[in-house]
């Protein structure tokens, strides 16, 4: 059974429609559209609003109970609804359920006349007692079922919308998309024939649709938002279907407007803080969470969001306070994001030590997630632990193997240049690490659109396996480096050092070949970018 939404054909529907909701309304439209525990919150804190027909709210409260096997509460609360509205035939209808639950069908019977008595022409009751029969076993009562549903049609001359519900919620259960999609159309229209709008179904046609076609779902919540503007069910299923959908910029902009809506929940905060943060808007996500921490502070989610979106806001001090509430919170399970920002956040906050058992951490839970290697390494390098850096960097590279980038293949030619110079000059290690690093920026200068800074750092690599006497092979790669540089006219100013890097080493290579003029070349070339090198002009004098 529902309570409906009747709208003036003079004013329109959305008119009405906007001045009808709210209150303990919502929880009916909810319970009706099977979201049981959202309806059972709007029930409970609207009970003693003075709108709220009792009769009605206590129905449904029991409704809810029978459902989650209260069954004592359940009768209470059916009990209750009698007292406060007799000339309802519902809550009879409630208490003929239990009957029918505990075996005893004559006692349901008498229950179910009792409500049909109050009003003979209301083929909703109808509908519910057919209801009531396959809530309890839609095989064994059958029979029932098909008698009332049959007398409903006849009372209502086939327009009872709960009927058609009814089907539809039987067609579903036996996953029958399109009969039941089908039921569903019939109560909207035979209810838009009579200046009534049937959220339930709106919404329960969405659901049946979502999957084999979710435009077609959102397209018939889009609608019922039109009709009923107000309605946090209206408003709460769109943002949900948005959500289902992947859609999550119009997720969280549905959600925002339903935000409003004095029935919305804690949890639907909780999401739409989440949104809000995966769209980038941080500030305001920042602000939802802590909104929702003033009325549940340990809210061990919401300290999660205040942590991300700090951290997005580079507020480390701010994350980090949160971080520390989240990892100390009671019962809270942790994910890979969890560390791997925690993580970010202690690196930034110089905390290099704590960062890397975060980074560990998240690699742990979460080991097919590479991208956190490359963390590892650079918290390894700012701990000026090299060899440990670019162990973590070149097990990266080994697990993506073709995914690995040029960047990430120069970074790890980077770390074992780092590893190279912290280890004797002159050892065999040293020269290992230098010969690695080489082996992988020549990989990355292979396919690189510019090679000047990679042939320069392979320069360095040289020199570091082979010590400070220009060979052969350092000075064909400084001419690989300036033939690079070269090509634009401006890297005479924007990369001084590296023109006077290899400049010198080219005139110190022809000096040692005993090649004076084409060393006198190069140190001309070196007073060319370096016009103040008094040092090198009086050298040049005695040259």
Known sequence: MKFKFVFSILLGASALGASAQGGYQDGVDYYNADRFEQAKIILNNTLNQPQTDKGVAYYYLGSIDLREGKTADAKAKFEEGIKAKPESGFNYIGLGEIALKNGDKKGAE??????????????????????????????????EIDSNIAKAMKVSKNMESDVYVLQGDMAAKEHNVGEAAG?????????RQKGVINPEAFVKYANVYIKPNPDFAINKLKELNELLPTSALAQRELAEKYYDNNQFTLAAQQYGKYMSNPNHFQQDEQRYSGLLYFGQDYAKSLQVAEDV??????????YRMVMLNNAALKNYEAADAAAQKLFAAPGA??????????????????????????????????????????????AYSGMKD?????????KYVDEAGDEASLQEIFVLSNRYKNLAISLPEGSDERKAAAQKGL??????????????????????????RDGSTPTDELAETYKNMLAEYDKDPANKTKNVDGYKSAYNVLANYYLNKNDKATAREYYNKMLEVDPNNNELREYLKKF
Not at 110 to 124: G, L, R, V, Y
Not at 389 to 394: R, W
Not at 444 to 459: F, G, M, Q
């Open 183 to 191: 039921k569903y159309e019939q109560a909207i229209e035979y209810d």
């Open 293 to 302: 921490l003033k009325k549940d502070p340990d809210n061990f989610y919401m």
């Open 110 to 143: 008498s229950q179910f006349k009792a409500a049909i008595n109050t009003d003979k022409k209301n083929a909703a009751l109808l509908a519910a007692v057919a209801r009531a029969y396959f809530n309890v076993d839609p095989v064994t009562y059958k029979k």
């Open 386 to 394: 090299y060899a440990k850096a670019a162990e973590f960097m070149q």
């Open 333 to 378: 399970t942790f994910t890979y994001t969890d560390y791997v920002t925690y993580g970010d956040v202690l690196e930034n906050l110089g905390q290099n030590e704590k960062a890397l058992q975060m980074l560990e951490k998240a690699h742990a839970t979460n080991p097919d997630k590479k991208d956190v290697l490359i963390k590892i390494s650079a």
């Open 439 to 464: 082996e992988y920026v020549d990989m990355a200068i292979k396919d690189a659109a510019t090679k000047a800074p990679l042939y320069r750092n392979r320069a360095t690599l040289l020199m570091v």
